[in-house]
Every structure is written in C-alpha cells, then in structure tokens.
C-alpha cells in the first residue's frame, strides 16, 4: 500500500509527445503526484527507475510500447499505458509477464475520455437491439495509426453483444468495388478512419434497424479531456496489481 501521504512519484514516456506533454502538465499540476521522469524517444529508460518512479505513464507508439511495458514490469515499475495497439494476443504477453511479478500493476486504456468511455459503453447496450452497426472513428491528420484504438475496442464490444444476442452478421449485400470503400472489418464491424484537419478525435457509432436509426457520438474537443482519467489510472494502478483494461471499472 503506498502512504497517502507521499506523493505518487510519476514518469511519463513519450513525454515531448502531444499526449506525452499533456500528461506531464497535468502530473505536475496533480497535489498528489510527483513528476520524477520525462522519457523521450532516445532517451535511457533506465533513468524513470534510477528516478524511483513508482508509475510510468506510456503514450508512445505501438511498436515501442510493449518493449516499455515489459522492461517497467521487470523492474517492478506499475504502468498506465494510453498507447493503442493492444491486441487480445499483445494483453495475453502482458498478462504472462505480471504473472512473474505478483505486485506489480499495468492499466491499458483505449481511451482515457469520461464521455469516451460511456459512448463504448452505451454503445455495446444498444448493439443487441440493431441489425446494423457501424463506426466512423474521426482524427487529426497528425495520428499514426488506423482505425483508432477507441474503434477497434467498439468494434469489439458490439461483435461481442450480437454474438450473445445471437444476432448474425449485419445485412449488406454492397459488392466493394474500389478495396477499402467499405471500411475495415473488425469481428464483423465496418469501421471507417477520417482523417482532417481542425479534428482532434472523435466517434460515432452508428446503429439501424427498421424505420429507425441511433447514432452516438463523441468528441474530444482538447487533449485536456483524457487527463482526469489519465490521473485516476495512476492513482489506481498502485494499488492495483494484475492487468486492467479499461477504465470503467474504476470509475465506479
Ligand atoms: N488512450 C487514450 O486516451 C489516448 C491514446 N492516444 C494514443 O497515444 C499514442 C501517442 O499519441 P500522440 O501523443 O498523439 O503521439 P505523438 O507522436 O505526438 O507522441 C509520441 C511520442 O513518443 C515518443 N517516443 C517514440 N518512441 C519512444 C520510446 N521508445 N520511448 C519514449 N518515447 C518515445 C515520440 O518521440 C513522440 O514524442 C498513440 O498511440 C495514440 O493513439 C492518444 C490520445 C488519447
Ligand atoms: O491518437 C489519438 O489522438 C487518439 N488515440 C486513441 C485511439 O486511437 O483510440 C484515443 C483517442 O481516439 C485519441
């Protein structure tokens, strides 16, 4: 248990990063936390331990990010990582991993935004009630990878719920004629990436069945957005061991 008292001493990784940045500001501004590490590409990881940080926050890329992750569990180091790219095989590793090290703690989110969370959430109860579903994930044109991870997760929550529902595939008898104008298929999901700029990231969820549709949508107007979850995350993970995905059960 870590003394309320004490700070929680805190490195973030890919901190010179538009989210990296964010996440030192907000660290710093935080009562309880200590920023103890700014860990930038190129920059030795050993330092966040020789700094003694006690949770390392990773908003990074996804060729790097499980490179971080398993150096951070085998030095003991608790981690809130925001970077996307986990697949169900790449939490599998983590999970190995922790399992050698029993105290250790790693959250990975797909998105840290309140309004994020309860869109994926509201989304998979209405999923059972559709025939159709389909998302538009929408960002900067500065982001390195597509679909979202936010997409992906969605998309996989609702698969999940039609499955249970016992809902077959979604009607679509459109032959693609140009590859990729229906958009990427996630567990059955079409799942299409917008790229412009102004946007920062965004989603809709759209859902249809006879004479009607939902549509459920949201925005991250400002990376300010992920931050209150970013800091509960840290706050938990140290007491926290084992994996967690997502953060909605700590929002509780
Ligand atoms: N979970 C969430 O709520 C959110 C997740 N993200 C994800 O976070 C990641 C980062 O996004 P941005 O900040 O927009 O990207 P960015 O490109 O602005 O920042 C990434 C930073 O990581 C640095 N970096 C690369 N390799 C590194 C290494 N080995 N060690 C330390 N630093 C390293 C880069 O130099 C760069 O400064 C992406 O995967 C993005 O999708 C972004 C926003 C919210
Ligand atoms: O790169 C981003 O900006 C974001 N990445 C995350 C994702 O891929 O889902 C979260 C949010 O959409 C912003």
């Known amino acids: 248990m870590t003394d309320a008292r004490e700070p929680i001493r805190v490195g973030v990784l890919g901190a010179r990063g538009r989210m990296?940045?964010?996440?030192?500001?907000?660290?710093?501004?935080?009562?309880?936390?200590?920023?103890?590490?700014?860990?930038?590409?190129?920059?030795?990881?050993?330092?966040?331990?020789?700094?003694?940080?006690?949770?390392?926050?990773?908003?990074?890329?996804?060729?790097?990010?499980?490179?971080?992750?398993?150096?951070?569990?085998d030095q003991g180091i608790n981690m809130v990582v925001g970077t996307t790219g986990f697949t169900e095989k790449r939490l599998e590793r983590v999970r190995g991993w922790?399992?050698?090290?029993?105290?250790?703690?790693?959250?990975?989110?797909?998105?840290?935004?309140?309004?994020?969370?309860?869109?994926?959430q509201f989304a998979a109860r209405a999923a059972r009630y559709f025939e159709s579903a389909e998302i538009i994930e929408l960002h900067h044109p500065r982001k390195l990878d597509a679909p979202s991870g936010t997409a992906g997760h969605t998309a996989r929550l609702i698969a999940a719920a039609r499955a249970e529902a016992g809902r077959g595939p979604v009607p679509d008898a459109t032959s693609e004629e140009l590859p990729g104008a229906r958009g990427a298929d996630i567990d059955g999901v079409r799942v299409h990436a917008v790229r412009s700029a102004g946007l920062i990231a965004h989603q809709e969820v759209?859902?249809?069945?006879?004479?009607?549709?939902?549509?459920?949508?949201?925005?991250?107007?400002?990376?300010?957005?992920?931050?209150?979850?970013?800091?509960?995350?840290?706050?938990?993970?140290?007491?926290?061991?084992?994996?967690?995905?997502g953060i909605d059960d700590l929002l509780d």
């Open 20 to 73: 990296g940045l964010e996440v030192c500001k907000a660290v710093d501004a935080a009562d309880d936390m200590e920023l103890v590490a700014m860990i930038g590409g190129g920059d030795w990881l050993f330092n966040a331990a020789d700094a003694g940080a006690q949770v390392l926050v990773d908003f990074t890329k996804p060729d790097v990010v499980m490179d971080n992750v398993h150096w951070a569990v």
């Open 98 to 120: 922790l399992s050698h090290k029993p105290g250790v703690g790693v959250i990975v989110a797909p998105n840290f935004g309140i309004g994020a969370i309860l869109m994926m």
């Open 206 to 245: 759209l859902f249809g069945t006879q004479g009607e549709t939902l549509t459920i949508r949201h925005d991250s107007l400002d990376r300010s957005s992920f931050m209150p979850g970013v800091l509960l995350a840290v706050r938990a993970v140290v007491d926290r061991p084992g994996l967690t995905v």
